[in-house]
C-alpha cells in the first residue's frame, strides 16, 4: 500500500466543513479591511527564498523541499507566502499602481521540512497578508487590527498580542553587534545549534525553539534599545493607534521573528488554549520595509502577517464550539417505484430552488432509509409512498422539533424555505442566540 508522505495529512469531507466556514470568515473579515485575495504559485525559482527569507534562516538552510525541475532548473515549494507575492508585485509592476497601498491576502498550502508533531507539519496551510506601498504607522495597526478582527470573528479567547520593534536596517544591524558581542562572551551556554547560528543570525538566537527559558536568551540586549528616534517614533505612533483602535498589546521585548526581512515592527498572536498544545503561536508578521528593492523592485515599504490555519482550527476545538450546523436540508425517503420516479422530480426541484437534498440509493427499506437519514442529519425528511403521491402530497419531518406535517407536492419547497427562514433569527453564520447555528 502505498502511504501518504510523513508530515502530510488527508482532509476528509467531514473535516472540510470547518475549512470552508474558516475561509469564509478570512473572506468576510478581509472585504472589511479592504484586502482583496492574490493566488501565487506553490512552486518558485529556489533564489527567491533564498534571498527573499534569507539563506541564514532554519527555513531555508533546513527546512526547504528543494529540486532539479526536468529542465535543470532549482525551484522550491514555498515554505511561505510573502516572498511570492512580492515577486509578483515586481514581476506585475503593482507597484506602480496608484491605488496605494496594495492590500492583498492569501491562503494556500506551504512546506517546509520540520519534525512533524501536534500543530506542526510538512505541508500545512497559510492564511496571510500584505499592505504594502506606505511607511504610515496606520497601515502597520491596521494590519493588526485585521488579524485581531479576524481571531475575534472567530470567537477565540485568550489570544495575546505581542508586539516588538527592530528599528530600520541601520538600527537592526547595530543591535545585530550588540547581540553578537554579549552572545560570543557565553557560548556555551547556548544550545548546540544555537552555538553556530549566533555567528552568522544572531537574532535567530533569541527565537531559539529549544532554549526559549535559557536565562542567556532572556537577559540579552534589547532591540527597541538600539532604535534611533525616527524609529521610536514610529513605534510610538503604532502603539498609539493600537491604543486608539482598543486593541490590548504587550510590549515583548524580547520578541524576534524567524525570518530575516523583518524591520521596524514585528508582531505575534498567541493563545492560551489547551487543544494547542505547546504551539501557541497562531500567527505573526511584521514590517519588510527592504524587502521588495531587495528582490530589485523599487523602494516600497510593506507589512503583513501569516496564520497558521491548521493551527487556528485547533484553537476553535478549544472553544466548545457547537458542531456546525447541518447544511443538508431534505432527506428524500421514497417508497415504491411510482414514487420514486416522483421523488426524483421533487429532489431536481427542489435543488434548482437552491436546498440541499440527499436521498437512498440502495432501495433500503423504510427503516434503513431512516437510518440513512440520521446520518446524513437533513433539518427535514421528506417521506413520499405511493398512497401520498395518490394524494398529490408528502410527509414533512423537522427533525429539530419533531414535528411532522403533510405537505401538498407543490406547496413543499415554499413551506421548506419559510421554515428555513423562520429559524434564521435574521443573522448570518453563527449566533449565540440560537441553539444551532443559523443560516
Ligand atoms: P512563520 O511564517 O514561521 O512566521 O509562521 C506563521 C504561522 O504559520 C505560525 O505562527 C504557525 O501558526 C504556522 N506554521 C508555521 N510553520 C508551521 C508548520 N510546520 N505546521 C503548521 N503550522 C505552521
Known amino acids: 500500500m502505498i502511504t501518504k ?63 532539479l525541475d526536468r529542465g535543470d532548473r532549482s525551484v522550491t515549494l514555498r515554505p511561505e507566502g510573502t516572498a511570492g507575492v512580492v515577486r509578483s508585485i515586481i514581476e506585475n509592476k503593482l507597484y506602480s499602481s496608484p491605488n496605494l497601498p496594495l492590500k492583498y491576502y492569501y491562503i494556500g498550502p506551504m512546506f517546509r521540512y520540520e519534525r512533524p508533531q ?13 499592505a504594502m506601498g506606505s511607511f504610515d504607522p496606520r497601515l502597520d495597526a491596521e494590519v493588526i487590527g485585521y488579524a485581531v478582527t ?33 552572545l560570543s562572551t557565553q557560548v556555551e551556554g547556548l544550545c548546540t545549534d ?24 532572556i537577559n540579552a540586549p534589547k532591540p527597541l534599545k538600539s532604535l534611533n528616534e525616527a524609529d521610536q ?34 508582531f505575534e498572536l498567541e493563545a492560551d488554549l489547551p ?39 485547533l484553537a476553535l476545538e478549544s472553544m466548545e464550539q457547537k458542531k456546525p450546523a447541518s447544511y443538508t436540508h431534505v432527506f428524500m425517503i421514497a417508497l415504491g417505484d411510482k414514487a420514486s420516479v416522483a421523488s426524483m422530480n421533487l429532489l431536481t426541484k427542489l435543488r434548482h430552488g437552491g436546498l440541499i437534498c440527499e436521498t437512498d440509493f440502495f432501495s433500503r427499506p423504510l427503516k434503513g432509509q431512516f437510518k440513512q437519514a440520521e446520518r446524513v ?30 405537505v401538498a407536492l407543490e406547496e413543499v419547497y415554499r413551506y421548506i424555505v419559510d421554515a428555513i427562514q423562520s429559524e434564521a433569527h435574521q443573522c448570518s453564520g453563527h449566533c449565540s442566540e440560537c441553539e444551532d447555528d443559523c443560516e
Open 5 to 67: 508522505i510523513k508530515g502530510t495529512y488527508d482532509l476528509l469531507p467531514e473535516q472540510t466543513a470547518a475549512w470552508q466556514q474558516l475561509e469564509e470568515v478570512i473572506a468576510a473579515v478581509s472585504k472589511l479591511y479592504h484586502f482583496q485575495e492574490i493566488r501565487t504559485p506553490i512552486f518558485e525559482a529556489s533564489e527567491l527564498f533564498h534571498r527573499g527569507v534569507g539563506d541564514t534562516t532554519d527555513i531555508v538552510k533546513k527546512e526547504t523541499y528543494d529540486f
Open 118 to 130: 501536534k500543530g506542526r507539519q510538512r505541508q500545512f496551510h497559510q492564511f496571510g497578508a500584505e
Open 150 to 182: 479576524l481571531l475575534k470573528a472567530l470567537r477565540l479567547e485568550n489570544v495575546k498580542v505581542k508586539i516588538n520593534s527592530l528599528g530600520d536596517k541601520a538600527s537592526k544591524l547595530s543591535y545585530r553587534t550588540t547581540l553578537q558581542a554579549y
Open 194 to 217: 544555537c552555538q553556530h547560528r549566533y555567528l552568522e543570525n544572531p537574532l535567530r538566537v533569541l527565537d531559539c525553539k529549544v532554549d526559549h527559558d535559557n536565562p542567556i536568551l
Open 233 to 266: 517614533l514610529h513605534f510610538n505612533q503604532v502603539l498609539a493607534y493600537l491604543d486608539a483602535m482598543g486593541i490590548d498589546y504587550i510590549v515583548d521585548e524580547s520578541l524576534v521573528r524567524g525570518l530575516d526581512y523583518y524591520t521596524h515592527t514585528v
Open 275 to 313: 487543544t494547542l498544545g505547546s504551539q501557541a503561536t497562531l500567527g505573526g508578521g511584521g514590517r519588510y520595509n527592504d524587502l521588495v528593492e531587495s528582490l530589485d523592485g523599487p523602494a516600497f515599504p510593506a507589512v503583513g502577517f501569516a496564520f497558521g490555519m491548521e493551527r487556528l482550527l
Open 377 to 406: 442529519n437533513p433539518k427535514f425528511i421528506l417521506i413520499l409512498g405511493d398512497d401520498e403521491l395518490a394524494q398529490n402530497v408528502v410527509n414533512v419531518k423537522n427533525t429539530k422539533t419533531g414535528t411532522q406535517e403533510t
